[in-house]
């Protein structure tokens, strides 16, 4: 499966790529990992005395674009392990067995097992937030506490005409003003934090332009039942803008619904983590320490 359309996006994606990590403004350590799968590259910093905090980017973008504006804050407090998803664009490479038989659990128990973490927390954002929920149902015993950023309780399917309304006609003719009106679509009042960072905004064009969104398909989507949504309530936290179209459109139904221990954040959209990234670095210490106990015993 190609990740990118062709060599030259790949560069320019990679060559973007690394342009944001030097913005992180903190010591990393990048390395990858092989699984069944592919190879995985992780992204690391933070002291590695500090409680583990396993991340997961979205869909459509990478380690280095999505944690751009928390990556210094978070490693203060965490040992931080930003994970480039197979399929997605970033630096891991979908190996062979990458195809219809892929398995999100297994692959995150084999990142995990090399990384010689027992137990962790976990945060992702959008389809990140869903690996957190899946892998906390399946291995409980592994999460110490998850948390949801742009996301929603996986209970059912949102289909793809949510989708298309979303992010077409701009993401299918990614001009330089289309990747503006997405980003405005995507955001609250606080767009500017993309559209004013040249860095990012080269890098997420490249990415609309370059990346082959067919290559995330062997990530199968589970939907839980009410038992199952039942067995993750208390340990998982979701984070949400209330501009966040997605949210709009069913997200912030099923959280009400199900009860599920949200907060929300007025003005705020889909790149909640970017647009108010303070507030939410904050917000991620703070759920986190009430379990720290928990990692140290």
């Not at 984070?239 to 459109?249: I, N, S, T």
Request: charged share 30%; with cysteine.
């Amino acid at each position: 499966m190609k990740v990118y359309r062709n060599k030259k996006a790949q560069r320019e994606i990679m060559r973007t790529y690394d342009k944001l990590l030097t913005l992180w403004d903190v010591e990393k350590e990048e390395t990858d990992i092989d699984t069944t799968y592919g190879r995985t590259h992780v992204i690391a910093c933070g002291n590695k005395a500090n409680p583990p905090l396993v991340l997961f980017h979205g869909v459509g973008d990478d380690s280095a674009l999505m944690w751009i504006y928390n990556a210094k804050y978070l490693s203060k407090h965490y040992r931080i392990y930003a994970i480039d998803t197979l399929g997605g664009p970033g630096k891991s490479v979908p190996g062979e067995l990458y195809n219809k038989d892929f398995d999100d659990i297994c692959w995150i128990d084999q990142i995990l097992d090399e990384l010689e973490l027992p137990k962790a927390y976990f945060a992702g954002v959008s389809h990140g937030g869903y690996l957190v929920q899946a892998y906390l149902l399946d291995r409980p015993e592994r999460v110490i506490k998850g948390i949801s950023i742009s996301g929603a309780v996986p209970a059912r399917k949102k289909g793809m005409p949510v989708m298309l309304k979303i992010f077409l006609p701009e993401a299918l003719f990614p001009s330089k003003k289309n990747v503006k009106k997405l980003i405005a679509k995507l955001c609250g009042e606080n767009s500017a934090v993309f559209l004013d960072n040249e860095d990012i905004m080269e890098h997420y064009t490249y990415l609309l332009r370059g990346f082959n969104n067919m290559a995330m398909g062997y990530h199968k989507v589970r939907y839980f039942t009410d038992e199952e949504i039942d067995r993750i309530r208390d340990k998982i936290v979701y984070l949400v803008g209330r501009e966040d179209p997605f949210e709009k459109l069913g997200g912030e139904e099923a959280l009400r619904k199900y009860r599920m221990n949200v907060t929300f954040y007025e003005n705020a959209g889909h790149g909640l983590n970017h647009e108010i990234a303070e507030e939410i670095n904050k917000k991620i210490v703070e759920v986190f320490e009430e379990t720290v106990n928990s990692f140290y015993n």
